[in-house]
């Protein structure tokens, strides 16, 4: 039975070590406090705020990002995101700002009811992430894409977004790449398949969630059941998944779908959709 864990997200020296992709089981931080948060469909660490996680609802909830304590898994704040809409809301990410700073990457990505809304929002961290606010959007993105449906978002260190597709009927998923040039367009941009990611083959609707590290130097991307590691060194996520993945430490949740690097690397936190799910901590060996 998973127990109690004290947070490791104050020991830096993880932001400077190599890992051979071993992580511990699972430990509880602690149960989500609100039924508000009920579809958390995604996950990613404050590089601002160290001790705060950002999750969000899916299925056309509110345009909210939830504020978690990464010691308690209490929801600190609800930061509401200025003209943007939730019509299926699958996975965020925090990466680097244009300019400089640290930014909030949201994806509009999933096809619940059947439209896609194709969307990346862009939001800058706040100040502040302990208060209910309202948040300006920095940037929106519309894309185009021949794979209808994804779950899971990342973005490297240069600020590269990177969209792994939903798979169906036992089928390989297909990686893309927008650039971080590619925002402010008048026109949606038109995306392309870069590769069909050989190591997860799934007979299920997967993959739901991945993330990368800090540093850009590691990578997991999660299965329904599974979570899948990528050591990449050259922060380059195409030749990364041009190889399998080692599969590292997972407790299966009841529908999980999400995970996120802790911001100083020192591990990983996963969190279920559902009514007061734990957030589960796995600590590097």
Not at 132 to 158: F, N
Request: proline share 6%; with cysteine; charged share 20%.
């Amino acid at each position: 039975m998973p127990t109690a864990e004290n947070d490791c997200s104050k020991n830096s020296r993880f932001l400077t070590d190599a890992s051979d992709g071993t992580f511990s089981d699972g430990r509880i931080k602690g149960q989500i406090d609100t039924t508000e948060l009920d579809e958390a469909s995604g996950l990613a660490a404050s590089r601002r705020h160290p001790g705060f996680l950002y999750s969000i609802n899916d299925h056309g909830g509110l345009p909210r990002l939830y504020v978690i304590s990464t010691s308690t898994a209490r929801v600190v704040a609800v930061l509401t995101v200025a003209a943007a809409s939730n019509g299926d809301w699958e996975d965020l990410a925090v990466g680097p700002c244009p300019g400089g700073g640290s930014c909030i990457y949201i994806g509009d990505i999933g096809d619940a009811g059947h439209k896609p809304n194709n969307v990346i929002y862009r939001v800058r961290e706040p100040d502040d992430v302990t208060k209910d606010q309202i948040v300006p959007l920095e940037s929106t993105l519309k894309y185009t894409w021949s794979e209808q449906d994804a779950e899971t978002l990342m973005v490297d260190r240069e600020g590269n977004v990177f969209l792994i597709s939903k798979v169906h009927n036992g089928k390989h998923p297909k990686l893309t790449k927008v650039p971080s040039s590619a925002w402010d367009q008048p026109i949606a941009v038109n995306l392309h398949s870069i590769l069909t990611v050989p190591g997860l083959h799934s007979s299920k609707n997967d993959p739901v969630a991945g993330d990368i590290s800090p540093l850009g130097t590691e990578m997991l991307i999660k299965i329904r059941k599974h979570l899948f590691y990528w050591n990449m060194a050259d922060g380059n996520v195409e030749r990364a998944l041009q190889g399998k993945g080692t599969e590292v430490s997972y407790l299966p949740e009841v529908r999980g779908e999400a995970v996120a690097w802790a911001a100083d690397g020192s591990g990983y936190y996963t969190l279920s959709e559902g009514i007061h799910e734990p957030l589960y901590f796995y600590a590097r060996m």
